[in-house]
């Protein structure tokens, strides 16, 4: 075996953003201990958010392919664990659950999907998301209609109930924990580098034997499963789910996280979906309610200022 | 010696323009065998047909004795039909070896493990990087090669896979002729077992590396043979080689 040459590591984590990884998980394991309960809930709708923004940046920032319609795989995951508590089962088995639903209800839709680009499979995307939201307002007998699930069991791990505001900022950060270690995991290896270079450039992937469709599907579908465990983690925080949790408008804000973040990097999303939460529900109050006006200010400041988001900083003041 | 491609009546119209027409060609294992023509002649549009990335109008392709038509460029690639383009296509933003890399890692088994893992580098992405002088480029950037080093690397990537056709498209375009020599060098050591389709305009090259040589014109075949059946044709010294030598002494003059 040959030497590996310097310049090529795909996994490398210089010590520097190990250090400061450590500290953030510190910081968000230690939140409940220095944060008021309505903090922690805040805190708790932000890592939710967050991980189903990063599970978008998998397909925006990776693999190039934005879509309007991934809140359908949330809602899927979402009304899969809601439902699944409503009939007894409370415990982490129906995050997975609600994983493996999206994960189907995405390679459906992938399949169609990925065979276009640009504008069309903006639209296709779209529409699927439109027929998924339709599909929740209508099926009433499993969905609840525009009602949606409400009533919806504290989620359980073994003996311990994630019933109050600390214990259910633990659950969903150890789910956050879970989902993103699997989105880096991806994103880190040799195939996250394949799925970089098919967004780059498909023809030198093509001809380097790269099926570039089954990639793409494969990222649609892991895509849609982690949107859909985000989902059972928003089932468990919300204890309701409705028809909006699937709409354009949950699909929009992702797509907002992740450019206000900046895409191609999964914690710029997380941190893009953080400042979301942050200004619609907490800055909003502020504004009589105007938390979507904030928003949208928001948005054409960062299209002005931040062209590549958060993320871009750093090495725009170099 | 064996046939390792063969075409029989491949076409290829975009719109009402023939860009390839009734093309029959035989590549025989182990050779290095040239494209020639006139600009517009077909050369890369063939090249295109052969590798997968284009699909005919009409007519059949043959790699290894199998009808590979219908098979796509991916498929193609993955039964040893290595490509470099007329126009770079490497990763600008990778290093040297990253691009060399993602090549090798499409040939192992489990190019689907989605976590992180040692880097995939072999003795051969070593031998392709030495050959084509690049061994001490291993760490940088592509954004940082010249023309030249990049028109290379696009050699060493096609190679590193050691596929049993390589398909160039005018490797040595925009090279100095320092680096024309080392790729005409390093084609010719490639071993017997990987042939050579090229399309190249540096006559200089094509005569020196080539044991056979296809001619185009207008999207037909206008003669193939030896380097000296070619150039003793007169169809092709009045189709391309005249010109060519014409073209050649106006620049002399100028």
Redesign the interface.
Same mark, same amino acid.
């Given at each position: 075996?040959?030497?590996?040459? @310097?310049? %090529? *590591? =795909?996994?490398r984590v210089s010590l520097r953003s190990g250090a400061l990884a450590a500290a953030i998980a510190v910081t968000l394991v230690a939140a409940p201990f220095y944060l008021a309960p309505y903090a922690t809930t805040t805190l708790t709708r932000m890592l939710v958010f967050g991980l189903f923004a990063a599970s978008l940046d998998l397909l925006v920032g990776l693999i190039g392919l934005p879509s309007l319609g991934h809140a359908a795989y949330l809602g899927i995951g979402a009304y899969t664990a809601g439902w699944l508590a409503l009939h007894g089962l409370t415990s982490p088995l129906a995050l997975l659950l609600a994983a493996s639903a999206s994960a189907l209800a995405g390679l459906g839709a992938g399949w169609i999907s990925v065979r276009s680009s640009g504008i069309f499979f903006l639209i296709l995307t779209l529409a699927i998301g439109e027929i998924a939201e339709q599909i929740a307002q209508s099926w009433t007998a499993v969905t609840g209609g525009s009602n949606g699930l409400y009533g919806i069991p504290a989620a359980t791990v073994g003996p311990l109930t994630a019933s109050d505001v600390a214990s259910l900022y633990y659950y969903v950060l150890g789910g956050f924990g879970v989902g993103m270690a699997m989105l880096w995991?991806?994103s @880190?290896?040799? %195939?996250?580098?394949?799925l970089r *270079?098919i967004r780059?450039?498909k023809?030198?992937?093509? @001809? %380097?034997? =790269?099926?570039?469709t089954r990639y793409e599907l494969?990222a649609f579908v892991l895509a849609a499963a982690v949107a859909g465990f985000a989902g059972g983690l928003l089932a468990a925080q919300q204890r309701l789910v409705t028809p909006s949790d699937l709409g354009f408008t949950t699909s929009a804000l992702a797509l907002f996280a992740v450019v206000i973040g900046g895409s191609g990097r999964l914690w710029a999303a997380c941190l893009g979906a953080a400042l979301i939460i942050g200004v619609r529900d907490v800055a909003g109050l502020t504004v009589n309610g105007h938390g979507p006006l904030l928003l949208g200010l928001l948005f054409i400041a960062a299209v002005y200022l931040m062209p590549h988001g958060i993320a871009g900083l750093p090495r725009r003041r170099k | 010696m064996n046939e390792l491609l063969r075409c029989q009546g491949l076409s290829r119209t975009f719109g009402a323009v023939r860009a390839v027409c009734d093309v029959d060609l035989s590549v025989s294992a182990g050779s290095r065998h040239a494209l020639i023509g006139p600009n517009g002649a077909g050369k890369t549009t063939l090249l295109r047909l052969i590798g997968g990335s284009v699909a005919a109008t009409s007519g059949r392709v043959w790699f290894g004795g199998a009808d590979v038509t219908a098979w796509s460029q991916p498929r193609r690639a993955q039964a040893g039909v290595g490509q470099t383009f007329q126009h770079s296509t490497l990763f600008p933003t990778l290093s040297v070896a990253q691009n060399v890399s993602l090549a090798l890692q499409r040939s192992r088994a489990t190019p689907w493990w989605p976590l992180p893992r040692k880097p995939i580098w072999s003795a051969q992405a070593d031998e392709s990087l030495r050959a084509l002088g690049l061994a001490e480029h291993a760490h940088r950037p592509v954004r940082s090669l010249s023309y030249g080093e990049c028109r290379r690397l696009e050699v060493a990537v096609a190679m590193v896979r050691r596929p049993s056709l390589l398909l160039l498209d005018e490797p040595a375009a925009g090279m100095s002729a320092a680096e024309s020599v080392l790729l005409t060098r390093t084609l010719r050591a490639l071993p017997m077992e990987v042939t050579v389709l090229f399309v190249e305009h540096d006559l200089d090259l094509v005569f020196d590396l080539a044991t056979r040589i296809s001619v185009l014109h207008l999207g037909t075949v206008l003669a193939t043979g030896t380097p000296s059946q070619i150039r003793e044709n007169p169809m092709v010294q009045q189709a391309y080689l005249g010109s060519q030598a014409k073209e050649q002494r106006h620049v002399a003059r100028a």
């Amino acid at each position: 075996m040959s030497a590996v040459p @310097a310049g %090529l *590591g =795909y996994a490398r984590v210089s010590l520097r953003s190990g250090a400061l990884a450590a500290a953030i998980a510190v910081t968000l394991v230690a939140a409940p201990f220095y944060l008021a309960p309505y903090a922690t809930t805040t805190l708790t709708r932000m890592l939710v958010f967050g991980l189903f923004a990063a599970s978008l940046d998998l397909l925006v920032g990776l693999i190039g392919l934005p879509s309007l319609g991934h809140a359908a795989y949330l809602g899927i995951g979402a009304y899969t664990a809601g439902w699944l508590a409503l009939h007894g089962l409370t415990s982490p088995l129906a995050l997975l659950l609600a994983a493996s639903a999206s994960a189907l209800a995405g390679l459906g839709a992938g399949w169609i999907s990925v065979r276009s680009s640009g504008i069309f499979f903006l639209i296709l995307t779209l529409a699927i998301g439109e027929i998924a939201e339709q599909i929740a307002q209508s099926w009433t007998a499993v969905t609840g209609g525009s009602n949606g699930l409400y009533g919806i069991p504290a989620a359980t791990v073994g003996p311990l109930t994630a019933s109050d505001v600390a214990s259910l900022y633990y659950y969903v950060l150890g789910g956050f924990g879970v989902g993103m270690a699997m989105l880096w995991s991806v994103s @880190a290896s040799p %195939l996250g580098a394949a799925l970089r *270079g098919i967004r780059d450039n498909k023809t030198r992937m093509r @001809a %380097l034997g =790269y099926e570039s469709t089954r990639y793409e599907l494969f990222a649609f579908v892991l895509a849609a499963a982690v949107a859909g465990f985000a989902g059972g983690l928003l089932a468990a925080q919300q204890r309701l789910v409705t028809p909006s949790d699937l709409g354009f408008t949950t699909s929009a804000l992702a797509l907002f996280a992740v450019v206000i973040g900046g895409s191609g990097r999964l914690w710029a999303a997380c941190l893009g979906a953080a400042l979301i939460i942050g200004v619609r529900d907490v800055a909003g109050l502020t504004v009589n309610g105007h938390g979507p006006l904030l928003l949208g200010l928001l948005f054409i400041a960062a299209v002005y200022l931040m062209p590549h988001g958060i993320a871009g900083l750093p090495r725009r003041r170099k | 010696m064996n046939e390792l491609l063969r075409c029989q009546g491949l076409s290829r119209t975009f719109g009402a323009v023939r860009a390839v027409c009734d093309v029959d060609l035989s590549v025989s294992a182990g050779s290095r065998h040239a494209l020639i023509g006139p600009n517009g002649a077909g050369k890369t549009t063939l090249l295109r047909l052969i590798g997968g990335s284009v699909a005919a109008t009409s007519g059949r392709v043959w790699f290894g004795g199998a009808d590979v038509t219908a098979w796509s460029q991916p498929r193609r690639a993955q039964a040893g039909v290595g490509q470099t383009f007329q126009h770079s296509t490497l990763f600008p933003t990778l290093s040297v070896a990253q691009n060399v890399s993602l090549a090798l890692q499409r040939s192992r088994a489990t190019p689907w493990w989605p976590l992180p893992r040692k880097p995939i580098w072999s003795a051969q992405a070593d031998e392709s990087l030495r050959a084509l002088g690049l061994a001490e480029h291993a760490h940088r950037p592509v954004r940082s090669l010249s023309y030249g080093e990049c028109r290379r690397l696009e050699v060493a990537v096609a190679m590193v896979r050691r596929p049993s056709l390589l398909l160039l498209d005018e490797p040595a375009a925009g090279m100095s002729a320092a680096e024309s020599v080392l790729l005409t060098r390093t084609l010719r050591a490639l071993p017997m077992e990987v042939t050579v389709l090229f399309v190249e305009h540096d006559l200089d090259l094509v005569f020196d590396l080539a044991t056979r040589i296809s001619v185009l014109h207008l999207g037909t075949v206008l003669a193939t043979g030896t380097p000296s059946q070619i150039r003793e044709n007169p169809m092709v010294q009045q189709a391309y080689l005249g010109s060519q030598a014409k073209e050649q002494r106006h620049v002399a003059r100028a």
